[in-house]
């Protein structure tokens, strides 16, 4: 079992930045795939980012690519996501999630935990 906590949401200025942290409990974290996901009023949850286990492979949206870094501490158990450039569209509730298997996977459906999310506003 895990249980993953999303902090460092806020509300920013375009062109701003935001670092967010996904806190997990349990004891494989280090084995698992990571990912972030966001979802806004009205739209599907689509995933912003991943990560595999070994940090061997991530992947990106193309709408943050060069503006996004996902990255991870197995020994802090803890997964970020620094924002970088912020848009407006960028706005919606960030989850973070866990996968159990070995290679990084981009639908919602793959991910067997989740965080409680934590809102990103940009303003214009």
């Known amino acids: 079992q895990v249980q993953l906590v999303e902090s460092g949401g806020g509300l920013v200025q375009a062109g701003g930045s935001l670092r967010l942290s996904c806190a997990a409990s349990g004891r494989a974290f280090a084995s698992y795939t990571m990912g972030w996901f966001r979802q806004a009023p009205g739209k599907e949850r689509e995933i912003v980012a991943a990560?595999?286990?070994?940090?061997?492979?991530?992947y990106y949206a193309d709408s943050v690519k060069g503006r996004f870094t996902i990255s991870r501490d197995n020994t802090k158990k803890t997964v970020y996501l620094q924002m970088n450039s912020l848009k407006p569209e960028d706005t919606a509730v960030y989850y973070c999630?866990?996968?159990?298997?070995?290679?990084?996977?981009?639908?919602?459906?793959?991910?067997?935990?989740w965080g409680q999310g934590t809102q990103v506003t940009v303003s214009s």
């Open positions: 999630a866990a996968d159990q298997g070995y290679r990084v996977v981009t639908v919602p459906e793959a991910y067997d935990y």
């Open positions: 990560i595999n286990w070994s940090v061997s492979t991530t």
